[in-house]
Every structure is written in C-alpha cells, then in structure tokens.
C-alpha cells in the first residue's frame, strides 16, 4: 500500500471497548505515512520500477525494466522545506538517488540529492554496496532558489512548482564496479535502475 505503515498498538488502548469479547493481544492500524488532511498539495509521492528509465542502451543490452527492484518516495511540503521518505526494495549497489528536473519519458539535470547526501550537491557512494531492502534515506531539504531549466520543463520554474505540475522525477543508481561497461544488468544500472515521476495524492 502506497504511503503506509503499520502500527502495532497495545492492547491497552482498547480496553473497555467491550466486555463480552476477548480482548486481542495486539493488532495492525494501517495509518497514511502523511496524513493529507484533505491537502494534497502539501503531499506528493511516487511509485519507482525500471520501466519509467529511460537510457541508450546498445542493442541486446539489458534495460533496467528487467530489474525487480522498485522504490516509493514520499513527500510533506511546508513552504520552502520538504520532509521526505524514500525506500527501496529488491536493489543492489546503490551509489545515489536524486530529484530531476524532466517530463514523462525523458532525462533531466539533478536539482536536489537524496541520498547519500541530501540537499543541491553530493557525493555518490563507492560501488559494489551489496543488497538493499528499506529505507534507503530521510531528511529535509530546501527549495528556496532551486530552479528547473526551461530546456527540460518548457519554462524556466521552481523546483517546487515543477513538482507540483508533473515535471520531476526521483532516480535511483546503481553501479557493482565502477568501471564500463556499463548498464550490465540489475545492480549495474549507473544512469538510475528504478525512476517515478512525482505526483500529487500519496
């Protein structure tokens, strides 16, 4: 389920509900990661899998879509700062993942950096990481000044407006030894294994 997490919660909280029924020891509350509260300007996520990548690759070379990695970001907008979740599953040698600027469908630059770091510039981390499952990064980050390029948008615009209107994507890279070729196959995807475009309403 997009967006969730599960709460155990004692049986405490319940006591009192009723008497004839026997009480459960513990039970599941599904619960949104952010409550929208009938805001979802101000929450904004993405479902990330191989099939949104989109690469040169040479003929009978494999295609991130092969990969059965897949990732979901999240994302609570409070003015200029933006609080942020991002997890990936099934995912090998990750060096980095990023915010683009870019339209459905085609490569954009890097605006914020996500993981390792987090915020305009970066530092990828040295490949051959081994197996990932999780949460690979949380934090905030700011927007102020953070624009996208009208070569990649249409019109030069925020960051955030971009975000909002479609226009931006997470990436997630892989790379297993640094060294070409490269795009070998899952967990050697070093121009991203797993993409999504960021929308409105996780």
């Known amino acids: 389920m997009h967006g969730r997490m599960i709460l155990p919660i004692s049986a405490a909280l319940v006591a009192g509900c009723t008497a004839d029924q026997p009480m459960p020891t513990e039970f599941d ?7 929208m509260g009938g805001n979802a300007d101000f929450n904004m996520g993405t479902h990330l899998t191989g099939d949104e990548e989109v690469l040169n690759v040479a ?19 409070d003015g200029n700062t933006v609080e942020f979740r991002l997890i990936a599953s ?10 683009h600027c870019g339209l459905p469908g085609f490569n954009g630059p ?16 040295p490949a051959g990481a081994g197996l990932h499952n999780g949460v690979l990064a949380s934090g905030t980050f700011s927007v102020a000044g953070v ?17 909002r209107e479609g226009l931006t994507y997470v990436n997630v890279h892989t790379n297993l030894d640094g060294v070409a070729p490269v ?5 050697d995807f070093p ?12």
């Open 29 to 35: 509350v599904r619960a949104p990661l952010y409550v």
């Open 59 to 77: 003929a009978g070379a494999p295609h991130p879509s092969d990969s059965p990695a897949q990732g979901e970001a999240i994302f609570r907008i």
């Open 90 to 99: 099934n995912i090998e040698n990750v060096t980095q993942a990023h915010i």
């Open 110 to 125: 890097i605006r914020i950096w996500l993981y390792p770091d987090i915020g305009t510039s970066g530092t990828a981390e």
């Open 147 to 163: 624009l996208c390029p009208a070569a990649n948008v249409g019109t030069e615009m925020s960051l955030l407006q971009a975000m």
């Open 183 to 187: 795009s070998t196959g899952p967990g």
């Open 191 to 202: 121009l991203g294994e797993i993409r999504g475009q960021i929308d409105h309403g996780r």
